[in-house]
């Protein structure tokens, strides 16, 4: 078919064309339609079809006019009369003797409607597998979804299992998880294989359709012949839809020659035989503005700490036995603090580059200044080190640095040059010098990244609960060698080993009674100790805040307590003994 006309082929100025006329050949607009081509006694008899509505119907009718009056390529005044099977051409009556004397030939029209019914049937078919496409892609997705499962699951079954022996764990689950991967890489490597061919076909079949349609739409009947030969010569690609039905990995820790740890039972680890509780000792409510943000209890004099709050207030307090009082009060926007052994207070500021430190009965002067970047959490340890958590734009670490303000080690990615820090709020060190630092991710969640002496690393992203969102808001070590972390979103304290292994956890609620008295209105009836759910915590009346601890095994917890009656808020500090016996 000749190109399309920009203008109407009558008034040459309407550029709308809505119009053709199968006898004329011509192309018109509207307005012409209906002042000149319809007023034309020879038209009356004519085809005129409608280009923007036209229907396959439509086109079949104008396709069918059009053979009729169908010129022959070679002998151009007559008509093809006769389609050649054999060379798959319309031809005309002086054709027939010249070069197809010998062929099958069948009628022009008959041949047309035989075409085009075989074409139509094909559309059927491709729209049918189009459908079992779809209903295969779904298969494999869950296919890539069951890998997923099952690796998930195997891999926390081996850590689990083999978390007996640290350095058996440490060699062999780390080869099994990497044999693991593997296998999950080539499941995966499989299914997308077979994915890609299952895309391919789909394309395929995508533009077979476009064909089809465009030919079942077009004014060529020629075009109604070659499709089919186009057809036949492209076979579409086939694929395993089977491809994932063997694929399981609950095999693999079979087929590593593992032992049955079974017999090992009875050398269970320090983490199952030792069970903590927590008692508090004594109370002391806050008159304060703001929420407590953070509390550190000062190494030289364990009836000190200084505290401060999310506003702008810094201060010192003595909890004897006689009770509490305000010693120093400083106003300043803290991050985070800690104190040496001598009882000098290192500072970090709000939006500051600066570390400050607050000497005994003096003011409180610059330190060191880390720009470009911010401190945001410092840790001071026993052998007088400084340990500090920068932030600058999108990039984190930690440092350590002497006494002096000498920078030593650093600490910012993995062997595997992995960013090991997201955002470090808060650092401690425990027993063995293993520094743990808590790690704020993207989002509500968190975990523990323990650096280990050797410059080893190992990552606590859950707790006992992995279906629990692990949110660590505050962190401090005992005298026992436990490291206690505070959850933030449950309220409740999570107790480690020195090695990071999971030993017990206490909710904040427990403590109720001795935070509130026996017959206080501030108690909530029905209170379950341990609950299942989040939701569940809209129930208490107190949550943790921040801790620490001093060299005696006693916990210093700020938490808050809801008047539910009167709505009102009151900050407390709970001195609380942790107690551990073996089971």
């Known amino acids: 078919m000749a190109q399309s006309p920009s203008a109407c082929q009558l008034c040459e100025i309407d550029t709308n064309i809505e119009w053709k006329c199968y006898e004329c050949d011509i192309l018109f607009c509207n307005g012409c339609k209906i002042r000149i081509h319809s007023k034309l006694k020879i038209s009356d008899s004519h085809h005129v079809l409608n280009i923007k509505t ?3 119907e439509d086109s079949e009718i104008y396709k069918k006019a059009e053979l009729k009056n169908k010129p022959c390529k070679k002998h151009k005044k007559q008509k093809c009369l006769f389609y050649c099977c054999k060379c798959n051409k319309m031809i005309c009556a002086s054709c027939l003797p010249e070069s197809h004397s010998n062929h099958k030939f069948q009628e022009i029209e008959e041949a047309f409607d035989q075409k085009l019914t075989k074409i139509k049937s094909i559309r059927e078919k491709t729209e049918k597998q189009f459908e079992v496409i779809g ?4 298969t494999f997705e869950k296919f890539l979804s069951c890998v997923d499962e099952s690796y998930n699951n195997e891999a926390f079954r081996i850590l689990y299992k083999y978390s007996l022996l640290s350095e ?6 780390s080869a099994l998880i990497n044999s693991l991967q593997d296998a999950k890489k080539e499941a995966g490597e499989r299914i997308s294989k077979e994915m890609g061919l299952l895309q391919e076909s789909k394309q395929m079949l995508s533009h077979r359709t476009e064909k089809i349609d465009k030919t079942l739409t ?3 009947p020629e075009k109604v012949f070659n499709i089919l030969q186009e057809i036949k010569k492209v076979n579409l690609p086939t694929y395993n839809i089977n491809v994932g039905t063997r694929l399981n990995f609950n095999s693999l820790l079979h087929q590593n020659s593992i032992p049955d740890l079974d017999f090992i039972s009875q050398i269970e680890t320090t983490r199952q035989q030792v069970s903590t509780k927590f008692n508090i000792v004594e109370k002391f409510v806050l008159d304060i503005q703001g929420k407590l943000a953070g509390v550190s209890i000062c190494k030289n004099d364990h009836t000190m700490a200084w505290i401060y709050d999310d506003q702008s207030t810094l201060r010192k307090i003595n909890f004897a036995k006689n009770g509490m009082k305000f010693v120093k009060e400083i106003q300043v926007q803290v991050q985070d603090i800690s104190i040496d052994e001598e009882g000098i207070l290192f500072i970090l500021v709000k939006d500051s580059t600066e570390i400050k430190t607050l000497p005994k009965k003096k003011n409180m002067k610059t330190f060191l200044d880390m720009s470009p970047y911010y401190p945001i959490s410092i840790h001071i340890t026993k052998d007088d080190e400084i340990i500090v958590g920068l932030v600058k734009d999108k990039e984190s ?3 350590v640095l002497s006494k002096s303000g ?19 709020c808060k650092i401690a060190t425990n027993i063995k010098g293993h520094i743990w630092v808590l790690d704020c991710l993207p989002g509500t969640k968190g975990r523990v990244v323990i650096i280990e002496k050797d410059g080893r690393v190992k990552f606590i992203t859950n707790a006992n609960n992995p279906k629990e969102d692990f949110c660590p808001a505050d962190i401090t070590t005992t005298s026992t060698g436990h490291v206690i972390v505070l959850n933030s979103k449950y309220h409740k304290l999570y107790v480690f080993t020195e090695d990071g292994d999971y030993v017990s956890h206490e909710y904040l609620s427990s403590f109720k009674e001795h935070i509130y008295g026996e017959n206080s209105e501030m108690i909530v009836s029905n209170i379950p100790k341990f609950p299942e759910d989040f939701n569940d915590l809209t ?5 943790a805040l921040c801790i620490d601890a001093d060299s005696n095994g006693l916990l210093l917890v700020g938490s808050e307590k809801i008047n539910t009656k009167f709505a009102k808020i009151s ?6 003994k942790m107690e551990t016996s073996k089971d």
């Open 54 to 56: 036209c229907t396959e």
């Open 168 to 173: 058996f764990i440490n060699q062999k689950s």
């Open 539 to 543: 129930k208490y009346s107190s949550f």
């Open 135 to 138: 209903r295969d892609t779904e």
């Open 397 to 399: 670490k930690v440092v």
């Open 571 to 576: 900050t407390n500090l709970c001195l609380v």
């Open 406 to 424: 000498v920078k030593g080690r650093t600490f910012e990615i993995t062997k595997g040059d992995k960013i090991l820090f997201s955002y470090p």
């Open 218 to 220: 077009s004014f060529e």
